[in-house]
Nanobody, 121 residues
Framework: QVQLVESGGGLVQPGGSLILSCAAS????????MGWYRQAPGKQRELVAR???????NVADSVKGRFTIARDNAKNTVYLRMNSLKPEDTAVYYC???????????????WGQGTQVTVSS
């Protein structure tokens, strides 16, 4: 009913920047919180940043001051701008959207397919 498509990952040198995007489409009445998570090899998935429907944000301490989350409600899209990237930021990044499904008015969580971010010289 709802599909998420992520884009923007890739290989970047330390100190570089990337912008991830996650666009939702399908039977969407509205979107609530949107967020980005990441999972490095051998580690648990962790929250990177989250933004509410009103625009309030919270960002993990490990990326505070370097990563920024934003959303475009008209496009049902969430972005993650990543600056000053470090090798320890290397992970698969997943978007997560809490969506009110138009056809049922139920509230469900959806995940993107994941996009690889590799920070290496």
């Amino acid at each position: 009913q709802v599909q998420l498509v992520e884009s923007g990952g890739g290989l970047v040198q330390p100190g570089g920047s990337l912008i991830l995007s996650c666009a939702a489409s399908g039977s969407i009445f509205s979107t609530n919180a949107m967020g980005w998570y990441r999972q490095a090899p051998g580690k648990q998935r962790e929250l990177v940043a989250r933004i509410t429907s009103r625009g309030s944000t919270n960002v993990a301490d490990s990326v505070k001051g370097r990563f920024t989350i934003a959303r475009d409600n008209a496009k049902n899209t969430v972005y993650l701008r990543m600056n000053s990237l470090k090798p320890e930021d290397t992970a698969v990044y997943y978007c997560n959207l809490n969506v009110v499904v138009a056809s049922t008015l139920s509230t469900l969580d959806y995940w993107g397919q994941g996009t690889q971010v590799t920070v290496s010289s």
